[in-house]
């Protein structure tokens, strides 16, 4: 006798799923042995490297030895930093460089940082379409290109390097203030590109100026020492103006202490400048005032 059609439908279902569990279980009876025989294998087969590692650098070709040589005494090593710290810092124009490092990337750093909130001061990013990301791309890009033809400019920089700064931080510093103090969003895009492509110019300069005074073995004490005073200078000067615990000032007045910040950096080369100007030309001078005493 027949069995109903829906009844048929039940049983073959149920023993579709009878056979379904019972594969299921036959694959995971098969997997698991495979996989602990696999592992087996694999770590029967490891080995440590340093019984072999050992002999293989104690071969004639690597030259060297078992013998263990004694630690270095951490006072001498200090000592030796120091001394070479003071040989790097004694010359006169790695150290004007390194100062002018130092200074202006700490500014550099706290306009880069807070030029987003002193935008959205200036035009709200709610009324309008606002364009910062690619102001900063553009900024950059012609950074680089200003730094690609900063290699073609023939100038004395051992003579007027010190006043190039001066200049080129008091335009810093104008660039800022009118990014301040101008109320206009598209102002302040201008100024922020000027701002950046004069100080990615000058830090090129910077960093070839200090790599030429220095021998290679130096050059990561000296940038590192330099990249440390800017970091400590930039957390002090966001502890006093930025942070509720300090000054905590409005955006607009931080960025006027920055550009008052980056014209008394100019000020100072200014005069430095100024004095090492002088002292060459006397130098220049003294040849042939001597030498006219000479033919009289």
Do not use: H
């Amino acid at each position: 006798m027949d069995v109903p059609g829906p009844v048929s439908r039940r049983a073959a279902a149920a023993a579709a799923t009878v056979l379904l569990r019972t594969a299921r279980v036959r694959r995971e009876c098969w997997f698991l042995p495979t996989a602990l025989l696999c592992a087996y294998g694999f770590f029967a087969s490891l080995r440590p490297s340093e019984p072999f590692l050992t002999p293989y650098l104690l071969g004639p070709d690597k030259n060297l030895t078992e013998r263990e040589e004694p630690k270095p005494d951490r006072l001498l090593v200090l000592k030796v930093l120091w001394n070479d710290f003071l040989m790097c810092y004694s010359s006169r124009p790695l150290l004007c460089w390194s100062v002018w490092w130092a200074l202006s990337t700490c500014g550099y750093f706290q306009v880069v940082n807070y030029t987003q909130g002193l935008w959205e001061k200036v035009m709200p990013s709610r009324y309008a379409a606002i364009y910062n990301g690619g102001v900063e791309a553009v900024s950059t890009l012609l950074g680089a290109v200003a730094v690609f033809a900063v290699g073609y400019i023939k100038i004395s920089w051992s003579t007027w390097g010190e006043m190039t700064l001066s200049l080129f931080s008091l335009l810093i510093a104008a660039a800022v203030y009118i990014m301040d103090t101008v109320g206009n969003i598209w102002v302040c895009y201008a100024s922020y590109v000027v701002f950046r492509i004069i100080y990615m110019l000058l830090i090129t300069i910077a960093t070839f100026q200090i790599a030429a005074n220095l021998s290679m073995e130096r050059y990561a004490l000296v940038f590192g020492v330099n990249t440390f005073i800017a970091l400590a200078l930039q957390t002090l000067l966001t502890l006093i103006v930025v942070d509720a615990s300090g000054l905590g000032l409005e955006i607009t007045t931080q960025f006027l202490i920055y550009a008052s910040y980056f014209a008394l950096i100019a000020v100072v080369f200014l005069a430095s400048g100024a004095v090492s100007v002088m002292k060459k030309c006397r130098k220049l001078e003294d040849p042939q005032s001597s030498s006219q005493v000479t033919t009289s």
